[in-house]
């Protein structure tokens, strides 16, 4: 019988051309739906809760598709992860209603943005991090960070890259988190523009380097203008941390 199984990957972007399916490109997608095809020998599209760019990793996205099988839900994701490459892991499945959709149910997410802070180069696991030697102002970013939460225009902080009706988003929470020689900005928010999370990161740097001050940041979202917000950051320091809904997912699911 056809069921909906939703499941929450992790996968290692940098291994990937991004999350959907691209010809002539590995995608993270394309490696899901060609594992199922090899255990169920059935043509299965699965639907992510988001796309993530080339480099950019997923500790905890959401997909999901329909499928009919026999094994339960357990058995069906150690079955698919016999299937599926490096770099890619299904963490949990779980059965759902008919109707659930991992994009349209999606109510938020969440995104870290990892940078070490250490004068050497990174040499064990470069590719999850940004590296960033000089010192930082972290009590002038923190500040600045609090700049950017709210209901507002985020057109300051979106590239060009992706259709889209509004640059107005709701971001609940922007964090600094220290943890010795790394620190992580966290970005909540109900939807983010192309590259928005990543110019967010960028922006705060450019605060804590001096370049830039918590006022910068208020003018530059004032005036909608993407010049006047700071860099971009490089995607692999970014990961999907988590994808938010409005019932409770994957709740007592072992993983």
């Not at 026999?70 to 770099?87: I, Q, Y």
Request: charged content about 25%.
């Amino acid at each position: 019988m056809l069921r909906n199984v939703r499941i929450e990957v992790s996968y290692d972007g940098s291994l990937f051309h991004g999350w959907q399916r691209q010809d002539g490109f590995d995608s993270v997608q394309a490696a899901i739906e060609d594992g199922l095809a090899e255990l169920l020998d059935t043509v299965v599209v699965i639907h992510g809760a988001g796309r993530t760019d080339t480099g950019v990793h997923g500790l905890r996205q959401v997909a999901h598709f329909h499928v009919d099988t026999r094994l339960d839900d357990d058995r069906l994701k150690h079955a698919l992860n016999a299937h599926l490459p490096a770099g890619v892991a299904v963490r949990a499945t779980e059965t759902c209603a008919d109707d659930f959709h991992a994009r349209f149910d999606a109510r938020g997410k969440r995104y870290g943005y990892l940078v070490q802070t250490t004068r050497h180069r990174p040499v064990i696991g470069p590719q999850y991090v940004h590296w960033e030697p000089m010192t930082l102002d972290f009590d002038a970013m923190r500040a600045a960070a609090a700049r950017m939460v709210g209901e507002m225009d985020f057109a300051a902080f979106g590239n060009t890259g992706s259709p889209r009706k509004t640059t107005v988003r709701s971001v609940t929470h922007v964090r600094v988190v220290q943890r010795r020689e790394r620190f992580a900005v966290v970005v909540q928010g109900n939807g983010f523009l192309y590259n928005m999370v990543r110019t967010m990161a960028g922006t705060l740097l450019a605060v804590g380097k001096g370049r830039m001050t918590p006022d910068d940041v208020s003018a530059a979202l004032e005036a909608r203008d993407r010049k006047l917000a700071g860099p971009t950051a490089p995607a692999r320091g970014l990961a999907l941390l988590r994808v938010l809904y409005d019932e409770p997912t994957f709740r007592g699911v072992r993983r």
